[in-house]
């Protein structure tokens, strides 16, 4: 499993000093925005982020980031980024799929970021699979708790999800997300079925102590080790 945090924040300061805390041990981000109508939790806009980006462009040279969009008007966040995808490299960019987003969405030029779909807790995973070709669809964000705010207690059965759509052969990125920790992970870790990704969010995030963070990025590394 690879690890790649989420980070969710009220406003862009706090974006970017936490990206800078924990660029010391990751390469790789998962940017959550939301957008007080699709989740009651609103966060700094997405806009907001790229336009101050350009100033703080060279601090983040290296790093790599996803965009998970719990928008309603995910389309003009696209637009952004497709406008923003020489200058921020952009991995993964992941819509909600209970907002039905057209499945021209998945059809990725190979210089494009990857499109992939969040589905929620009581999203089914036969519907996805009656709606989409799973084929077509790059990367899949299993949300193992109700998407909106970090905390949010981790909902087990959501890991079920993972074992049906390799029932249904899908066999691209599956990412996890929602209450990763270290009381979860090893709850994770005995299902027969892993993701391919696990993206912590306030286990890391929201930790100031120095000493504690690296302590928790060791556990995580250690867990990758044994799988």
């Not at 499993?1 to 790789?28: A, G, H, R, V």
């Not at 609103?42 to 350009?54: N, R, V, Y």
């Not at 060279?58 to 389309?75: E, G, V």
């Not at 981790?154 to 052969?169: D, P």
Request: proline fraction near 4%.
């Amino acid at each position: 499993m690879d690890i790649c945090p989420s980070i969710l924040e009220k406003t862009i300061n706090d974006y970017f000093q936490t990206i800078k805390k924990l660029s010391k041990y990751f390469s790789w981000f998962q940017l959550d925005f939301a957008d007080g109508m699709y989740v009651k939790n609103k966060t700094a806009s997405l806009d907001d982020f790229l336009d101050q980006f350009i100033s703080q462009q060279s601090i983040f040279n290296n790093l790599s980031f996803d965009f998970h969009l719990m928008t309603k008007n995910y389309q003009e966040n696209i637009k952004k980024l497709f406008e923003f995808k020489n200058k921020i490299k952009i991995k993964n960019v992941f819509i909600h799929y209970d907002l039905m987003p057209e499945k021209n969405y998945f059809k990725n030029n190979k210089n494009d970021f990857i499109i992939g779909l969040a589905i929620n807790p009581q999203n089914k995973i036969d519907s996805l699979a009656k709606k989409y070709n799973l084929k077509i669809i790059k990367a899949i964000q299993i949300m193992s708790v109700n998407p909106g705010a970090q905390g949010n207690p981790f909902i087990e059965k959501t890991l079920k999800k993972i074992e049906q759509l390799k029932n249904f052969s899908y066999r691209n990125k599956i990412f996890l997300d929602g209450g990763i920790n270290d009381k979860t992970l090893p709850i994770i870790l005995k299902q027969k079925f892993l993701p391919d990704v696990v993206c912590p969010g306030s286990f890391l995030a929201k930790i100031k102590n120095e000493d504690e963070i690296k302590r928790r990025i060791d556990f995580l590394k250690i867990l990758k080790l044994k799988n």
